[in-house]
């Protein structure tokens, strides 16, 4: 009770701080001297202080079960575990939002203290705009999505969390992907400041750099998280299902990867200006967009909470406006570099400029992929979706130059480059990994041009990252891991797609199945008695051709509030090959559903997306090392 | 007449339109090719000719309608005012059971038979697919 009532107030403090603030900086924004007023610095922690404990009481509030608080009532349960009323606060509607709110106002708290070399005016407008989305967020809050509802007469238990949101990596999945989508927003304030203060330069492109690279760290980690836990507790046996609600997170991935590139160009050469303040603006707005498809229930997912037309409709204004005042300043107040700069068409430049338009088909069949399905459902009332076949297709195909030019693309000089010079090294390293490649496969069984030449040319990018790393003497080492880390996802990606393989028949205790390779013999089942579940451990043997017997016991989980069965694979993970067998039950009959797979380099695809990422993180550091 | 620069710019700009407009052109063919309809039972009973591409199908799974053995799943999807029979070779989500929402996606072979590849039930205890809610209230 009393502490939903301080979160509620903690939240109109922080609203009140907001006003507060842009009063001030408006009256500061005309003071000229060096630094900016040190009121907005400490009514800037103020917010973030009022906001923290807002998040707090919401927490503690779960911790004690108080049902009188809806939020708690709807999503929470006595018998949960602390762990998950916990992580609870933070897997609804409301928490989730005041978690983003909590980032929203750290994240500019942390841009003003350490922006203490830029222009003052940019700091204070760049701090305004960040306001703006910072009342959106408290007013959607406040007023369609209060966290502190009263609820009453107060229910002497509560209607529990989803039992599979009640999982460990579930539980830091949000915090994580926020951190990456919240960090776009101070991309896209800054990029706007920078607009009216006619501040887009190199110097400006610095500053940017880091906060591109962090999130796109967080974003992707997070993404990888939501990925694995997928893997193992939807019981589907795959990392990536072009689903929805895994494209609208990969859209402004994809864009952060545009900009981190396009961002290197401005940075060192001051060209691409306008492109790269257009992809500060979509990332931003496309990760908004995304929490208005997920949230509004346009889209069904596991992150679909209860649905309630008017935050729908609040999210698509407030994106709205945002959208507006971005194309209006970027329109009004932008005035281009006018340097007088050649261009060649053999540069580094050139190779930076090829990668963005990648990104952007990339990002644009995902894109279309997804948007279509619910432009046809208002317009023609047909209902359709768009699967895995449509990305493959229009895809894969288009990864084969884009790793060739990624592998090139870092040999070329900045400016101009001579192309008599290029250099045996790539052709002799290309022309390897194509036939490597292909006698690999070969050896395999498979064969087919395409796979032959998709598999070369992400070798190729291997080897070339590989032998960069070895044979130059400046090397850029944030660059070099990320791209390594990327032919090795792309790697293990494929080798995934072609060897994995799976069974799946009905089976009763005792009973074995006999398949190609092998037997399955179903042993025995078990059930325990948990704090808030039944546990059923069923037990297999697993024999298969020449290769040792394995035990795997995948478990059923049947919760009663709220009743849901949830089942929780048993893979047995493997440096080459991970073995996966998870279990279903049919209400009412005696047969279990079974599922076993083989899924090869599974592990390598987990260990190379956090290799890519932590190139991210490595540059990130880099810049911090070399101000000081 | 008009500088080098200037040439090359409109080059540019005309290569960079063209590319555009071929790619937008790819993704709208294969998006064409590669979309799976969502049909209720009702509405498969009401199509003129049965087509030989993959569709899903939503709806209640009837009350007493599944039957297991070792190596198939049958049973019947229903929105109350007509049934289509699914066969299934392969894994059921845990939500699956008589008397929840499902979605099967698959092949028809006539009106009242469907081979499906994949099973979908939602996540949550509480989901229902939005035709069947139009379906019940309609009763």
């Known amino acids: ?628 | 007449m008009y500088g080098k620069k200037v040439k090359l710019r409109v080059l540019f700009i005309f290569l960079l339109l063209i590319s555009v407009i071929l790619s937008i052109f790819l993704i709208l063919k294969s998006l064409e090719e590669n979309v799976v309809y969502f049909l209720s039972p009702t509405e498969i009973k009401n199509l003129s000719e049965v087509k030989n591409n993959k569709i899903r199908i939503g709806g209640m799974v009837k009350n007493k309608s599944i039957m297991i053995n070792s190596d198939k799943i049958t049973f019947v999807i229903t929105d109350f005012k007509n049934e289509i029979n699914v066969i299934y070779f392969g894994s059921v989500p845990n939500l699956f059971s008589e008397g929840k929402g499902v979605v099967a996606e698959g092949f028809l072979k006539d009106r009242n038979f469907l081979i499906a590849e994949k099973i979908l039930a939602k996540h949550d205890e509480n989901y229902m697919p939005p035709e069947v809610t139009e379906a019940l209230e309609a009763k």
């Open chain 1, 1 to 628: 009770m009393f502490f939903s009532q301080l979160g509620y107030y903690s939240l109109i403090f922080g609203l009140i701080f907001s006003f507060l603030l842009i009063f001030v900086s408006y009256k500061d924004l005309k003071i000229i001297n060096h630094s900016i007023n040190s009121k907005i610095i400490s009514f800037v922690f103020f917010q973030l202080f009022f906001v923290f404990l807002s998040f707090i009481c919401l927490i503690i509030s779960f911790i004690n079960s108080d049902f009188s608080n809806v939020t708690v009532y709807n999503n929470s349960h006595t018998t949960k575990p602390l762990f998950y009323k916990i992580s609870g606060s933070w897997g609804n509607h409301e928490g989730s939002l005041l978690l983003c709110l909590l980032v929203l106002t750290l994240f500019i708290f942390i841009f003003l203290i350490t922006s203490k070399k830029e222009p003052k005016k940019f700091r204070i407008i760049t701090l305004l705009f960040q306001q703006i989305i910072i009342i959106g967020f408290f007013l959607f809050l406040l007023i369609t999505s209060n966290p502190f509802s009263y609820l009453f007469p107060i229910p002497k238990e509560g209607l529990g969390l989803n039992p599979i949101l009640q999982d460990p990596i579930l539980a830091i999945h949000p915090p994580i992907l926020y951190l990456g989508y919240i960090g776009s927003s101070i991309i896209f304030s800054s990029s706007l400041a920078a607009i009216t203060q006619n501040y887009v330069n190199n110097k400006w492109a610095k500053n940017l750099k880091s906060w591109t690279v962090i999130s796109w760290f967080f974003l992707t980690i997070g993404i990888m998280l939501g990925s694995i836990w997928a893997y193992y507790e939807l019981g589907w046996g795959g990392f990536w299902f072009w689903d929805p609600v895994e494209n609208i997170s990969l859209m402004p991935w994809l864009c952060l990867i545009a900009l981190i590139h396009s961002v290197i160009v401005l940075e060192k050469r001051s060209q691409l200006a306008s492109w790269t303040l257009i992809l500060c603006i979509s990332s931003f707005t496309l990760s908004m967009s995304g929490t208005f498809l997920v949230r509004s229930g346009i889209l069904n997912s596991v992150h679909t909470f209860a649905n309630d037309p008017k935050r729908g409709i609040f999210i698509l204004i407030f994106l709205f406006i945002l959208i507006l005042i971005s194309i209006f300043i970027f329109f009004i107040f932008y005035k281009p570099i006018t340097k007088d700069q050649k261009n060649f068409l053999y540069s580094r430049e050139t190779s930076i400029l090829i990668n963005n338009w990648f990104m952007m088909y990339f990002l644009s069949v995902i894109l279309i992929g997804t948007v279509y399905p619910i432009f046809l459902e208002v317009i023609a009332d047909e209902k359709i979706s768009v699967g895995p076949p449509f990305y493959n297709k229009l895809l894969i195909p288009f990864l084969i130059p884009f790793l060739i030019l990624m592998a090139i693309g870092p040999n070329i000089k900045w400016i101009q480059d001579d192309i008599k010079l290029f250099n045996l090294r790539l052709i002799f390293l290309f022309l390897i990994s194509v036939l490597i490649s292909y006698f690999v496969l070969i050896i395999i069984g498979l064969n087919g041009l395409f796979t032959t030449f998709l598999i070369g040319v992400a070798l190729y990018l291997l080897v070339t990252t590989i032998s960069d790393f070895f044979i130059k003497k400046k090397i850029n080492l944030s660059q070099k891991i990320s791209h390594f880390g990327f032919s090795l996802l792309i790697l293990s990606i494929i080798l995934n797609g072609i060897f994995s393989s799976e069974i799946s028949t009905n089976i009763k205790v005792g009973e074995k199945y006999k398949f190609k390779h092998g037997i399955i013999y179903f042993e025995e089942v078990k059930n325990f008695k948990k704090q808030n579940y039944i546990s059923v451990v069923t037990t297999f043997r697993i024999k298969e051709d020449n290769k040792k017997e394995i035990f795997l016991k995948p478990e059923l989980r049947i919760f009663n509030q709220p009743e849901n069965i949830t089942s929780e694979a048993d893979i047995k993970i493997n440096f080459f090959s991970d073995k996966f067998l998870v279990v279903n039950l049919v209400k009412g009959n005696e047969y279990y559903n079974i599922k076993y797979q083989t899924k090869p380099f599974m592990i390598w695809i987990w260990l190379s997306t956090i290799i890519l990422a932590s190139g991210g993180l490595i540059n990130f550091f880099q810049r911090k090392l070399n101000e000081k």
